[in-house]
């Protein structure tokens, strides 16, 4: 009788993760760079309408359903509505990235660096409205799913969550490879691209943290992928160089501060 695993299957999970995905951004970027010929509605779908992004929570969907079956998933499912948890945590969701970020520019215009105006600030009523989209279109819904409910937790099933945590965010970081290759607004892919993996990497270990110690809930994680995203649009401070080394420095106290407290092997003093 065959006997189903609990554990997903964490290369079936990445090789669906970047094959749905870089399906998609592979021939975008060979295009945008000469290397192929595509039709132009073609082009504009890869540019507008790409379905890419969903890839992490395809993924993750499929390795559960093999592993665990209809349970599986329907717990994965659970996990992101997983509404109820302490209020310290949703501030901390809400506010601890978008607190580095703004100070990052606060440190940068000390330093004497003019950052850019913010488009939000000028139009402060699409503020609110911005985090809604992040949050079901701008990654972290589509994300969260594979990176911390399949990723992150298999690999701590092997090895301590500080561990797990920086693998997985190098995988991360590696999965949006190809867009430094296309022309694109967002800061991210406009600067070197081992800068986005210095900061996915430790954005991961943050986001873990935060998982543990919310009984494994996706939709904490998915508030604080959504107010990282949202930070990046109200705040330019990443915009300039000073402003990034600030946030780089400041992220790195950070995550230092909360390896040190947690503790590294489980990144909580919970026993649950």
Known sequence: MLVKSKRPNLVLFYAIAFGFAWLFWVPLALFENGMLALPEAVEQFLNDSSPAAWG???????????????????????????????????????????AIVWFSGIIAEWQGSELPVSEAMANPIAIPIAFLWIFFFGGPLQEEAGWRGVAAEGFQ???SALVASIIAGVLWGLWHLPLFYVPREEIYYNQPFLGLLASTVMLSVLLVWVYNNTGRSLFAVMLMHTSFNWSNYVFTSLQDDTGGLAYMILMFITVVTVVIIAGPYKLTRSST
């Open 56 to 98: 992490p929570l395809i993924a993750a969907v499929i390795a559960i359903a093999l592993s665990s079956g209809l349970g599986g998933v329907k717990d994965l499912i659970k996990r992101m509505f997983r509404f109820r948890f302490g209020f310290a945590w949703y501030l901390v969701c809400l506010i601890l990235i978008p």
């Open 157 to 159: 099933k092997r090895t």
